[in-house]
C-alpha cells in the first residue's frame, strides 16, 4: 500500500492505493509527513461501488476516464482510475496529480474555494489580482515584487478560505505558465478585478 500525505489551504488529507505515484514538482511545497491529522481522504480504486459525484467525471479523453465517488461527504473519496492506467509503473507520471482530484468539493465543505488570481504577500497583507487569463495578473504581482518587495504565493490559482471569521489567501499547487506554488497563506486584505470602478487606481492597505 502506498501512502501519500499533503497539506493545501491547512487542509491536511492523504492518497494511498496499490500503486505508487509519481509526485509532480508542483505538488512537492505541500508535502507534510504528520500521518495522524488527516481530514481528507482519497482512496485511489479501479471500481467503486459508490455514486460518483453529480455524476460527472472529472476526466475523460478517448481512452481513459476518472471519477470520483464519495464515500463521506468533505471527508473520504473513491478515485476510480482505470484499470490499463493502474497497471502503469507510476500513476499520473509526468502530470500533476492536482488535475485529478476535484478538490474543490472538500475545499466547500472547509468553508473555501479556488479564485483564478495572482496572490501575493506585501507586508503580511494578501492581495489577490484577478482577470481572465493574459490580461496582466502575472504582470501586476511580478511588479508588486519588483517595486515593493512583495512576496508571490501563487501565480494562477489562489485558494480563499474563511477562518476564524477572516477570509486567507492560500497558494496552491496550480500557478498556470507562472511556475509560483507556494504553500504559504496571508490574509486576505484587497482583491483587485478588472473592470472594477477602481482598478486602475492607487490600491491603499493598511499594514498591520
Known sequence: MYRYFFEIASIPF?????TEISI????????????????VKYNVVCESNMKVIKEKSIYADEVYKIDLCQIE????????????????????????????????FPLLEKQAFILHSSFV???GNGILFTAPSG????????????????DIYNGDRTIVRKMNGEY?????????TSGIYRNESAPIKAIVAEGTPDSNSTLQIEAK
Do not use: R
Request: aromatic letters at 14%.
Open 121 to 123: 504577500s506585501w507586508k
Open 73 to 104: 461527504e468533505g471527508k473520504e473519496y473513491d478515485l476510480c482510475i482505470p484499470e490499463k492506467m493502474l497497471l502503469n509503473k507510476k500513476l499520473f507520471e509526468g502530470s500533476n496529480i492536482w488535475n485529478f482530484l476535484a478538490f474543490e
Open 24 to 39: 509532480h514538482s508542483s505538488m512537492q511545497p505541500f508535502i507534510v509527513e504528520n500521518e495522524e491529522m488527516v481530514d
Open 14 to 18: 492523504e492518497i494511498k492505493g496499490q
Open 168 to 176: 486567507y489567501g492560500f497558494g496552491s499547487p496550480y500557478a498556470g
Open 135 to 150: 490580461t496582466g495578473k502575472s504582470t501586476q504581482a511580478d511588479l508588486w515584487e519588483k517595486y515593493e518587495a512583495a
